[in-house]
């Protein structure tokens, strides 16, 4: 089963606007962490933002924000004022911290954003 | 402060033929990660260090996969002999320790003909 789910296989937005990149994820632990990533065209995958599973608050960095429903279990990307530059995949990933288990992290499938002038 | 870099970039192979990929991490990054990425999909963890101790390498397929990171700081991802099924992007990452942000390098995309 997946993990991580990225419905979105690619999304369009018009530039200024906000945009929302879905996230569900699929875990039985209660300590476990949410990130999201950005891949340009060069390849490099740059950390945008991370929300614990204890954190109360909804994470934000800049432009991006993350709004984490744990209930059900999802971790959306919003992403405001859109900006030419934002066009790139998007991942979603997940680090679980079982006792006593191997530590490994699972990413989605991407997201592939288009901003549109 | 300088990120994490890997070489080559680019490789074009011929199938079972050796290929071998380098990473540095970020000063400091006690924890090292290979990934692979095959094309549309997200990366797949293959091994990771914590310092020179491999852990977690149960994705790396160890017949013909190998990967070291002597003196805890630089590693070496090798593929011999390489198949058509490997061409992919390798990605490099390094963290603090396992539960914080990983930073990822540029990638080796690789091609085997």
């Known amino acids: 089963a997946q993990k991580i789910t990225q419905t979105q296989p690619g999304m369009f937005v018009q530039e200024k606007e906000a945009v929302t990149l879905d996230c569900t994820y699929d875990?039985?632990?209660?300590?476990?962490?949410l990130f999201w990533y950005k891949q340009p065209s060069s390849g490099e995958m740059i950390f945008l933002i991370y929300q614990g599973s204890y954190d109360e608050q909804n994470a934000t960095e800049g432009r991006y924000s993350l709004n984490f429903q744990k209930a059900r279990k999802s971790a959306n990307l919003v992403i405001s004022a859109s900006q030419l530059g934002d066009s790139a995949m998007y991942f979603c990933?997940?680090?679980?911290?079982?006792?006593?288990?191997?530590?490994?992290?699972?990413f989605g499938r991407g997201t592939s954003l288009i901003v549109h002038p | 402060e300088a990120g994490v870099v890997q070489s080559p970039r680019y490789k074009i192979i011929e199938k079972k033929q050796p290929v071998a990929f380098w990473c540095n991490p970020i000063s400091g990054h006690n924890t090292l990660y290979w990934y692979r990425q095959n094309l549309g999909q997200g990366p797949e963890l293959l091994i990771r260090y914590e310092n020179e101790e491999a852990v977690d390498d149960s994705q790396l397929p160890k017949d013909r996969f190998s990967a070291e990171r002597l003196k805890g700081v630089d590693s070496t991802l090798k593929i011999q002999p390489a198949e058509l099924g490997d061409s992919a992007v390798y990605l490099c990452?390094?963290?603090?320790?396992?539960?914080?942000?990983?930073?990822f390098g540029p990638g080796t995309r690789l091609t085997v003909l």
């Open positions: 990452a390094s963290s603090l320790g396992p539960p914080s942000t990983q930073y």
């Open positions: 990933a997940m680090r679980e911290v079982p006792s006593g288990g191997s530590y490994i992290p699972t």
């Open positions: 875990t039985s632990d209660q300590s476990y962490g």
